[in-house]
């Protein structure tokens, strides 16, 4: 089963507007990572943030990481058609074990 | 730092034929290891991993398995294949909590 449920599970959006999207997981992580990928092709690594940090930014992206809700989200502010893509949360828990949500299909029309 | 290899690219093969993909590990020594899939328009499921050699665990019951014969190689197989078995089949090696490698996949298309 998969780790991490994203919701929503798609989001179309203006650009200029802010997209936000959640992960949460069922156990105990290391850290928690979110990935981008583009229409079928390989994954882009965005960010990674540690069980023992609560936000973090790069950029246009903000991610927060809520472990007693066993939850993260993904803000990206003032989106634009290139951040058209789909969307995945990935965590690596206390054991080691590196798994994908689900993730959200995000479209940006101009 | 690791690379992941796996081949082929893209492969197509009729309903019922075997299969056998194939992923190594570059630059590092017993990683774990991953084999995800990832449907059309879907996300990435977790099939196997695997923390050493032999050792392998299976998350979704399917017609597909998994060996890890030596300590850097990975192989995904199937005796017969299913039209549900096309997508996009990507290994993944991780190292430590932090990093993560990845192959640059195979996309499989069951005719």
């Known amino acids: 089963s998969q780790q991490g449920e994203e919701d929503p599970q798609a989001l179309s959006i203006q650009e200029g507007e802010n997209a936000t999207m959640n992960c949460s997981y069922k156990?105990?992580?290391?850290?928690l990572q979110w990935y981008r990928q583009n229409s079928g092709r390989g994954l882009v690594h965005l960010i990674l943030i540690r069980s023992n940090e609560r936000e973090k930014h790069s950029g246009r992206l903000r991610v927060t990481l809520d472990t007693s809700k066993k939850s993260s989200s993904l803000l990206i502010t003032a989106s634009r058609a290139a951040d058209t893509a789909s969307y995945f949360c990935?965590?690596?828990?206390?054991?080691?074990?590196?798994?994908f949500g689900a993730g959200t299909q995000v479209v940006v029309t101009p | 730092s690791q690379t992941i290899h796996q081949w082929p690219a893209t492969l197509v093969q009729p309903v019922g034929s075997p299969l056998s993909l194939e992923c190594t590990v570059e630059g590092t020594s017993n990683p774990n290891l991953y084999w995800y899939r990832q449907a059309a328009g879907r996300g990435l499921q977790l099939l196997f991993y695997?923390?050493?050699?032999?050792?392998i665990s299976s998350e979704v019951p399917q017609n597909l398995s998994a060996s890890r014969p030596q300590d850097r190689q990975f192989i995904l197989s199937s005796k017969k294949l299913l039209l549900s078995d096309s997508g996009f089949y990507l290994c993944?090696?991780?190292?430590?909590?932090?990093?993560?490698?990845f192959g640059p996949g195979t996309r499989l298309t069951v005719t």
């Open positions: 990935a965590v690596t828990d206390s054991w080691g074990k590196f798994q």
């Open positions: 993944v090696g991780t190292r430590f909590s932090y990093e993560q490698y």
């Open positions: 695997s923390v050493g050699i032999g050792q």
């Open positions: 156990t105990s992580i290391n850290n």
